[in-house]
């Protein structure tokens, strides 16, 4: 046992993982929303639904009086920097306009704002991206379990 931490790394490959650091700003982000959206004069009165694990384009569902407000939350570290929609958050935002808002909470490092834009497809002048992955699978072959 005498040696073996010698060979281990600074940091793990999960948390020097870019994706983990998004991961964790966004939730970061989220959970700052989470305790503080009443904060928003428009979600004053809003009762908040998570729709996190639904994957349907947006981060929560508010609902202020009979009106149904559909939010994406994105974080940034400092008072400065952009984000990225996918195409389900891009289309969602297209498809329900002024009923959708998307909320920047931006400097998370320091003292966090939460910043809101509704119909961000109209209001933001955003430019498209594609990525194209390959994706490997390696598969066993059929066994009898």
């Known amino acids: 046992m005498g040696g073996e931490t010698e060979n281990l790394p600074a940091f793990s490959p ?3 993982s870019k994706f983990r650091q998004l991961q964790t700003t966004g939730l ?8 503080n959206f009443h904060e928003l004069d428009i979600f004053k009165n ?3 639904e998570d729709a996190r694990l639904f994957g349907d384009g947006y981060d929560f569902q508010i609902q202020i009086d009979s009106r149904f407000v559909l939010t994406e939350i994105k974080g ?14 891009f289309l969602k935002a297209q498809e329900y306009k002024d009923d959708y808002g998307l909320i920047v909470v931006s400097n998370l490092e320091l003292l966090p704002k939460m910043t809101s834009i509704f119909n961000p497809i109209s209001s933001l002048t955003l430019k498209k991206k594609i990525v194209k992955h390959e994706q490997i699978s390696y598969h066993s072959a059929s ?3």
């Not at 970061?28 to 305790?35: K, N, P, R, V």
Request: charged share 25%; no cysteine.
């Open 14 to 16: 999960l948390v020097r």
């Open 76 to 89: 940034v570290r400092s008072k400065s920097g952009s984000f990225r929609f996918t195409e389900n958050e």
């Open 28 to 35: 970061e982000a989220e959970l700052y929303f989470m305790h």
């Open 46 to 48: 809003g009762i908040l």
């Open 143 to 145: 066994l009898i379990w």
